[in-house]
């Protein structure tokens, strides 16, 4: 069963390192390419675009792929889109594996916005004149118009237009929650952005802001493409690709 996981994500690199030690699996894991030293998955690797969706389907029917598994981050919407859309066309099953997003808890105080520029109208109406924006590098541009400082921390440098006040922190997590409500103390941070990113990796940044009783405009996930088959762990993943051998 040769199968294509669209990755670049923890639960890819599971999924992988579980498929690619089975009898029967050949395993290729693909990564956008977008992080400069990324982490990679056990088996073989590719890096780079496909060239949308035709391209993806030339890829898949060129290289016998029997299966796909879309298990990218879940605001990579254009490539889920185009996964979707390419497998479909050769008739291949397709599965997205999405972690579960956050859920709000008692003493959050969490704005919900659609994107990224209702989010910086979220953070123009908030009080207090420092955001600690932690989206990643791409859509930083979105606030470079934007009075307010900013704490950026990401993997990489952003590309594109920068706010005209800011610090660039370049760390890859996990973070400790200790460790984040020292930066947020330490840099007197008045409202968090993230994206609804879910998982551990960056979840102590939501208990430090609610240990501090600041505001946090949250991004909402894109949506899946009409009737995408979904799970949300690797083991149901693991469970679906194992039933189509």
Do not use: C
């Not at 004149?129 to 990489?156: H, K, M, P």
């Not at 610090?167 to 930066?183: D, H």
Request: proline share 5%.
């Amino acid at each position: 069963m040769k199968t294509l996981i669209l990755g670049g994500t923890r639960e890819a690199r599971e999924l992988a390192g579980i498929a690619s030690g089975e009898r029967g699996f050949e395993i290729v894991s693909s990564l956008a390419g977008r992080v400069r030293d990324p982490v990679l998955p056990v088996g073989e690797v590719r890096v780079g675009g496909f060239g949308g969706v035709a391209g993806l389907r030339e890829w898949l029917a060129g290289n016998g792929i029997q299966a796909v598994i879309d298990a990218t981050h879940p605001f990579a919407g254009g490539m889920t889109a185009n996964a979707a859309a390419a497998a479909a066309s050769l008739g291949l099953p397709v599965l997205h594996l999405r972690r579960p997003g956050w859920t709000e808890q008692s003493g959050d105080d969490w704005i919900r916005v659609p994107d990224l520029t209702t989010a910086v109208a979220a953070i123009e109406t908030a009080a207090g004149e420092r955001v600690f924006l932690t989206i990643g590098r791409q859509g930083v541009s979105a606030f470079a118009e934007s009075e307010r400082w900013f704490l950026i921390r990401a993997i990489d440098p952003p590309e594109g237009a920068v706010p005209a006040r800011y610090e660039l922190l370049l760390a890859r997590g996990p973070f400790s929650v200790a460790e984040e409500s020292e930066l947020l103390a330490d840099r007197r941070i008045d409202v968090l952005v993230t994206k609804d990113s879910g998982g551990a990796l960056t979840e102590a940044k939501l208990e430090a802001a609610r240990g501090l009783g600041l505001p946090v405009v949250v991004i909402e996930r894109p949506t899946l493409p009409e009737a995408a088959r979904q799970v949300e762990t690797v083991a149901a993943a693991w469970d679906w690709l194992q039933r189509l051998r």
